[in-house]
């Protein structure tokens, strides 16, 4: 065979190496390699089949619509994280490496468990209408834009996945997917619940450190780190962190709560004049023994 009829024939076909093992036993993994018909307008998630429908039916991988819309066949394609049916084989040079996502517990083969991700969704507080949104809701069109961008989430979960939080260290953090949940409620035009304090606490924000990583990755464009992320972030911060905020929504506006934040005031100020010449005095001596 001539130098060219050998090129044209290895261009013919599409080269695969898959991981496969069952669960977490070391024994049963391995990589397999494959060479699968090169057709056009093919897609990776083609060339799996092929293995399963003329090599090996064990192999398992998860699939649905076939059209990105689903979001089912999330894998790792040469150590990106990438739905298989929107990665032409073309678009990759050499052969090509599917593993499972490595951020989720591994089944079997290309198959993860991703079910924490429905404990997390109960987590997060539901909509609520606000105290006063009676009758029929009025609001502007760039109110309801400003939601409507995270509600194209088909829940791949591949920015879970890619994000190092998630996938590496033992942080109670939601991940980037529920974060983009927990904007769409706050800022949905109608919805009257902060927040920020599930967000700050249970939801882990603050371990978040904007790498933008699940923004480049999402399949459906979702700008995840700068139109939910960091208006997430914002809002934590002016309701936790901000003195000049925190000293307004403690003005008080009734006699009684005046009278509620004076005695307040009344009760440290009694705690600091008892403790403080425990504490001072003693600092005195030491600071004089120390500097003459």
Same mark, same amino acid.
């Given at each position: 065979?001539?130098? +060219?009829?050998?090129?044209?024939?290895?261009?013919?076909?599409?080269?695969?190496?898959? #991981?496969?093992?069952?669960?977490?036993?070391?024994?049963?993994?391995?990589?397999?390699?494959?060479? @699968?018909?090169? +057709?056009?307008?093919?897609?990776?998630?083609?060339?799996?089949?092929?293995?399963?429908?003329?090599? =090996?039916? &064990? #192999? %398992?991988?998860?699939?649905?619509?076939?059209?990105?819309?689903?979001? &089912?066949? %999330?894998?790792?394609?040469?150590?990106?994280?990438?739905?298989?049916?929107?990665?032409? *084989?073309?678009?990759?040079?050499?052969?090509?490496?599917?593993?499972?996502?490595?951020?989720?517990?591994? !089944?079997?083969?290309? *198959?993860? =468990?991703?079910?924490?991700?429905?404990?997390?969704?109960?987590?997060?507080?539901?909509?609520?209408?606000?105290?006063?949104?009676?009758? @029929?809701?009025?609001?502007?069109?760039?109110?309801?834009?400003?939601?409507?961008?995270?509600?194209?989430?088909?829940?791949?979960?591949?920015? +879970?996945?890619? $994000?190092?939080? *998630?996938?590496?260290?033992?942080?109670?953090?939601?991940?980037?997917?529920?974060?983009?949940?927990?904007?769409?409620? =706050?800022?949905?035009?109608?919805?009257?619940?902060?927040?920020?304090?599930?967000?700050?606490?249970?939801?882990?924000?603050?371990?978040?450190?904007?790498?933008? $990583?699940?923004?480049?990755? $999402?399949?459906?464009?979702?700008?995840?780190? =700068?139109?939910?992320?960091?208006?997430?972030?914002?809002?934590?911060?002016?309701?936790?962190?901000?003195? !000049? #905020?925190? /000293?307004?929504?403690?003005?008080?506006?009734? +006699?009684?709560?005046?009278?509620?934040? /004076?005695?307040?005031?009344?009760?440290?100020?009694?705690?600091?004049?008892? #403790?403080?010449?425990?504490?001072? *005095?003693?600092?005195?001596?030491?600071?004089?023994?120390?500097?003459?």
């Amino acid at each position: 065979m001539s130098r +060219q009829a050998a090129t044209e024939a290895k261009e013919a076909t599409v080269k695969l190496r898959i #991981l496969r093992g069952i669960g977490d036993d070391p024994a049963t993994t391995r990589y397999d390699s494959f060479e @699968v018909p090169r +057709q056009d307008g093919m897609v990776v998630l083609n060339a799996v089949h092929y293995v399963q429908a003329h090599f =090996d039916p &064990s #192999l %398992s991988a998860r699939l649905n619509c076939k059209a990105g819309r689903c979001g &089912s066949c %999330s894998a790792e394609i040469n150590g990106r994280p990438r739905l298989m049916c929107k990665t032409p *084989v073309d678009s990759i040079e050499g052969e090509i490496t599917v593993e499972p996502m490595k951020a989720f517990p591994r !089944l079997r083969d290309l *198959v993860t =468990d991703v079910s924490d991700n429905w404990k997390v969704a109960k987590m997060i507080p539901p909509f609520t209408p606000k105290a006063n949104s009676e009758g @029929v809701w009025r609001f502007y069109q760039r109110d309801v834009d400003r939601s409507r961008e995270f509600r194209k989430c088909i829940e791949c979960f591949l920015c +879970q996945d890619v $994000c190092h939080v *998630v996938r590496e260290h033992e942080a109670e953090y939601i991940g980037p997917r529920w974060v983009v949940k927990a904007a769409s409620l =706050d800022m949905h035009p109608m919805d009257g619940l902060n927040r920020s304090k599930f967000m700050k606490d249970a939801g882990g924000l603050g371990y978040c450190n904007i790498t933008k $990583c699940c923004q480049e990755i $999402c399949p459906e464009h979702i700008v995840i780190t =700068d139109d939910a992320i960091i208006p997430e972030k914002e809002r934590v911060v002016d309701t936790h962190y901000d003195p !000049l #905020l925190w /000293v307004i929504r403690h003005v008080p506006r009734t +006699q009684d709560q005046l009278e509620v934040e /004076v005695k307040k005031v009344l009760k440290v100020a009694f705690w600091v004049a008892i #403790l403080a010449p425990w504490v001072l *005095v003693p600092a005195y001596y030491l600071f004089r023994g120390i500097f003459g």
